[in-house]
């Protein structure tokens, strides 16, 4: 991790901006911070960050409009999302709006620096067309969210875009079924096991089975 990469956080409580904000120094970063979106999308136009730690519900543009504003200027700079929102049509929504990554209030600040490390080290940005070679004839756009097989847009229900997403995220990292469980569910539902499965099968049909690997009452690991 280089000490020179520069943050850009986005959280409208105070507390909280400097709590992260000090933190995130204190590891070596560089942080800049703004407490609403008007504010944040001057910063935005004005710097270059290395990633964006986004709060949604904020005074001025919301966090997912101006994520989604900022990637169709051309903001390739991976993404997380910080929020309260739990309903699987948040998570959605923050991807589709260019985000790499979502976590929920309250959070761990490692855990959080953990995903910033991951998606730093990551082998893929936001650009214009961009597409992620998964397998000879598997794709997949990280700009339009869409799956392709020999060049054709492929079916993926949503909860399976979401599995994906969290794969490419994390390549060649084991994912505690806590932590899937977390993003593809949210507080008020119950998360399955035997769902969880029936995902990982429908995904391996569409990507390849080798693709994906079960570590035994653990989790799963996405093969780049």
């Known amino acids: 991790m280089s000490v020179k990469n520069r943050l850009f956080l986005l959280e409208d409580d105070t507390n909280l901006a400097e709590t992260v904000g000090d933190f995130l120094e204190e590891e070596g970063f560089s942080v800049d911070i703004a407490y609403d979106g008007d504010e944040a999308e001057e910063m935005l136009y004005e710097n270059r960050y290395d990633l964006l730690l986004l709060d949604v519900n904020v005074p001025g543009k919301d966090g997912f409009t101006l994520l989604k504003e900022a990637r169709a200027r051309g903001i390739d700079a991976p993404a997380i999302f910080i929020t309260s929102l739990n309903a699987i049509e948040n998570l959605e929504e923050g991807y589709e709006s260019g985000a790499d990554d979502y976590i929920r209030k309250p959070f761990a600040l490692k855990e959080l620096l953990l995903r910033i490390t991951t998606l730093l080290k990551r082998n893929f940005a936001h650009r214009e067309q961009e597409r992620v070679t ?21 079916t993926i229900q949503p909860k399976e875009l979401v599995l994906l997403k969290l794969f490419l995220a994390h390549p060649g990292e084991v994912l505690p079924h806590e932590t899937i469980y977390d993003h593809l569910w949210s507080y008020d539902e119950t998360p399955s096991e035997s769902a969880l499965r029936t995902y990982i099968k429908n995904l391996r049909k569409i990507i390849g089975k080798e693709k994906i690997v079960s570590i035994k009452r653990y989790g799963y690991k996405y093969l780049p």
């Open 134 to 154: 998964i397998a000879p004839d598997i794709e997949f756009d990280t700009v339009c969210n869409t799956l392709y097989h020999n060049g054709e847009p492929a």
